[in-house]
């Protein structure tokens, strides 16, 4: 059956990072998953239905492999489409409001991170961000309201320069932002008192991954014994870590480094582009949830109350898999 054009463009966007950011990826993919149950013209088989929207969960999932974000925001709908029964009205409806529910959670989340986060936050602080995160921006802007926050430096965040939409973005909302080169960082770090960063997926041991460059910052405020907090939803948590997966580092094309030509120019010379890499939880000094703080060593709890109900299928092999082996064969 055919795909909705609309759920093949969130999938291009995600892929191609038009849409970016691990949370945003979440909320596109709920989105896209209710759009193709709203749009669905296949028969009145619930079991079609079922397979059709699968074959739409494994095409979402496969956009980007790092933020665990996108896979969770999909089992979410999954799941609830799973427990649900009756016709296929019945079973468009129990996709259209799980990616609702979803959606809603999510921007709620953001918000209560924004409050909860803020409280760290010292008096006439300066902070240091990178990348540019909806969840660490949220902290910065709601300290700032409070009067908190003097200046924040935000990363260029190369090669794709992310650290440019974090300083329109707090800019928008009269926060002082500098622009530095991601080289810089450790220069810097003598001036800033708190690192505020966003995360695309943790795992279970409070290793956070999130845009490369970010094992370095924490390094560089680990030596001059700067703060880290890392905001981020509870969503943004592996389950697959438990059975000791590991997380998948995306590695993007060269050509977001240097042009296509000095690479046809220059054949012997290989360019490198991972996207993400891993802080360990040694280097963080709390995780800011919509639930509360944690340490990140509590990451654990997290996952067994946010996934307790998946432990059983996470054992026996994965959920993602389970859920969507209907069309495994395709
Ligand atoms: O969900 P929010 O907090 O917005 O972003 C979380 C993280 O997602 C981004 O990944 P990318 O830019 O999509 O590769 C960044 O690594 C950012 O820190």
Aim: one cysteine or more; glycine letters at 6%; a neutral charge.
């Amino acid at each position: 059956m055919e795909i909705p054009s609309k759920v093949l463009e969130i999938a291009e966007g995600i892929k191609t990072m038009r849409i970016r950011g691990a949370g945003k990826i979440a909320r596109a993919a709920a989105e896209a998953l209710k759009i193709a149950a709203e749009n669905y013209k296949g028969s009145n088989d619930p079991e079609e239905f079922r397979k059709y929207m699968s074959r739409i969960a494994n095409l979402v999932i496969s956009t980007r492999p790092t933020a665990v974000s996108l896979p969770n925001a999909v089992i979410y709908v999954m799941y609830n489409l799973s427990r649900a029964s009756g016709n296929v009205e019945e079973l468009r409806e129990a996709v259209v409001n799980a990616a609702e529910k979803f959606i809603e959670e999510s921007l709620n989340a953001i918000k209560k991170i924004g409050e909860i986060g803020a409280r760290r936050i010292k008096d006439n602080a300066v902070v240091l961000t990178h990348c540019h995160s909806t969840a660490a921006a949220s902290v910065i802007i709601t300290a700032y309201k409070m009067g908190k926050i003097v200046k924040v430096y935000s990363t260029e965040t190369r090669p794709f320069y992310q650290g440019r939409i974090t300083y329109k973005h707090l800019s928008e909302h009269g926060v002082p932002v500098i622009q530095i080169p991601d080289s810089a960082v450790r220069y810097i770090m003598n001036e800033v008192d708190q690192v505020v960063v966003g995360a695309d997926t943790i795992a279970s041991n409070g290793a956070v991954v999130n845009k490369i460059g970010t094992s370095q910052v924490a390094l560089a405020a680990h030596e001059a014994r700067v703060r880290v907090f890392v905001a981020a939803e509870t969503y943004k948590f592996s389950p697959a870590t438990l059975i000791g997966e590991l997380v998948p580092i995306e590695y993007r094309s060269p050509t977001e480094i240097v042009p296509q030509e000095w690479i046809d120019k220059h054949r012997n010379v290989e360019v490198l582009n991972p996207a993400f890499d891993v802080t360990p939880p040694e280097y963080i000094d709390a995780i800011i949830t919509e639930q509360g703080v944690i340490p990140p060593q509590s990451a654990i709890l997290v996952l067994l109350e946010r996934f307790g109900w998946a432990l059983e299928k996470i054992k026996q092999g994965g959920l993602g898999k389970l859920l969507f082996e209907e069309t495994l064969e395709e």
